[in-house]
């Protein structure tokens, strides 16, 4: 038998060994630069402290690295390489794509409600689903059923919602609320062929729609869990949120298949095929489930991303009033243009058509900056197969969660110039005219990620924002309620803003000498 003075010696050089180990575990060549560190525990001290601003936090920590690149290692999770670094970001998202697959920690945060769809699978599988959507993404009949959708939700809901809103008595609304129910409705109509009428305030919240939102609160506060482990317990024994989870989960998908399975006997009994993804899925043949997972993937991508950009935007032009009314202008200029040359497709909406909405510059650049500053996604994070060294020189150990952070990089001063804090046209008008979308570099300007994941619904989403704003700019001025709050952006699965965005609404009057004006202003005019 060992003394008990031997076993303890013995202890505490293993427990020194195991230190050691601990310190050498990432050493590389070149500085790494991250939050500071302690053996065993990592960064976990710090990570802690800074839990309810870790968007700023990194976003310091980035600024202040030569590289633009830090490391994150704490207890219970993953060692997380987070780069703002344009470079790297190519590295990984084009130049060394292979390696970095979204990876099992992701798919396994996102499984249970999108499956096998293509924003939860790598290899062949998402490059065959990849093949399928860039062909029906650039079909003719989709863009159409997108432009149709636009029109009839707008002209019937959204802006019969803020004449009501503007009414005397009408009280304040909640743009982000409305816009998230507006996008809501044209995915599901343009992805299932069906109308949730979300935005219709004389119909309660439809079932699908919540189950959405739960579950999406639910898995973003998974991917947030500073260790994994707790959720995958509460999954195991069915309980709590996980329950929860599994029971919005079995709403989506008994819902889908039910549409899935109607659609397919309508297919015998009525002449001509829809338009919708669905349906449209159906003819070439894939299985129900893929299906399934495919269409889900799709609303989860499309439900929030441009009402937080769209959220954003009228925040900021209630916060730039000169670019609000520069804005305007461009909207009014077109559309006299098209009322003198009577020249609108049979496909215009709201008077103007796609080429319409391309050519509006001063539209596209305070969309863009809107987006740089407030990303619809905060960050993106692959997981490396195997271990690489990232052009700026740090080292990635096979297994790291790699991270390249959108949010931050709108904030690089070494990206943007001193002036990155500042909300600026500039920097989008001064690019040529015919090369406004492609004029900055996606690995630069990731909103829409970049090499081969590079976002297929980039011009849907373009022409969804350009169609709104312009249908509710030219009718009404949005007054915020608080003028002196700055909103808190909370970056869960799709970025939102917290507390919502509550205005008042005011008819704006249109002038052909003056251009459009908001009807209180237009009184005072007249006295």
Known sequence: MIPGSYMMFFQFVGCCLLLLLYSLRFRSSSPVHGPRSYPVIGCLVAFYENRRRLLDWYTEMLSASPTQTIVVDRLGARRTVVTANPVNVEHILKGNFGNYPKGKPFTDVLGDLL???????????????????????????????????????????????LEAAAEPGGGAVDMQDVLRRFAFDVICRVSLGVDPGCLDPALPAPRLATAFDAAAGIIARRGAAPVAAVWKIKRALDIGSERRLREEVKVIHEA??????????????????????????????????????????????????????????????????????????????????????????????????????????????????????????????????????????????????????????????????????DFSLDRWLALPSDGMAGGVSPFKY??????????????????????????????????????????????????????????????????????????????????
Not at 131 to 153: G, I, N, P, Q
Not at 287 to 312: H, N, P, Q
């Open 115 to 161: 499956g096998k769809g293509i924003f939860n699978v790598d290899g062949e599988m998402w490059y065959a689903q990849r093949k399928l959507v860039s062909h029906e993404f650039s079909a003719r009949t989709l863009r159409e059923l997108e432009v149709a959708v636009l029109e009839a939700e707008a002209l019937d809901r959204l802006v019969p919602a």
């Open 256 to 421: 889908v298949m039910d549409l899935i399975r109607s659609r397919k006997k309508e297919r015998f009994l009525v002449n001509g095929a829809r338009n919708d993804l669905l349906s449209r899925m159906i003819e070439c043949g894939y299985a129900d489930e893929e299906i399934r997972d495919m269409v889900i993937s799709f609303i989860m991508a499309g439900r929030d991303t441009t009402s937080s950009a769209l959220t954003w935007f009228f925040w900021l032009l209630m916060r730039h009033r000169d670019v609000e009314r520069d804005v305007l202008d461009e909207i009014t200029s077109m559309r006299q243009q098209q009322q003198q040359g009577s020249s609108s497709s049979s496909n215009a909406v709201e008077g103007f058509d796609l080429d319409d909405f391309r050519r509006m510059r001063v539209l596209h650049a305070a969309l863009s900056e809107t987006m740089r500053l407030y990303p619809p996604v905060a960050w993106d994070s692959k997981h490396a197969a195997a271990a690489d060294v990232l052009p700026d020189g740090t080292r990635v150990g096979a297994g790291d969660r790699v991270t390249y952070f959108q949010y931050g990089m709108g904030r690089m001063e070494a990206i943007w110039g001193s002036d990155a804090g």
């Open 446 to 527: 990731p909103v829409f990620q970049g090499g081969p994941r590079t976002c297929l619904g980039r011009e849907m989403a373009f022409a969804q924002m350009k169609f709104v704003a312009c249908a509710v700019l030219r009718r009404f001025d949005l007054r915020p309620v608080d003028e002196g709050r700055t909103p808190l952006f909370l970056p869960l699965l799709t970025s939102h803003m917290a507390g919502g965005l509550n205005v008042t609404v005011r008819r704006r009057v249109e002038d052909a000498r003056h251009g459009t004006h908001d009807a209180a202003t237009t009184a005072g005019k007249t006295h």
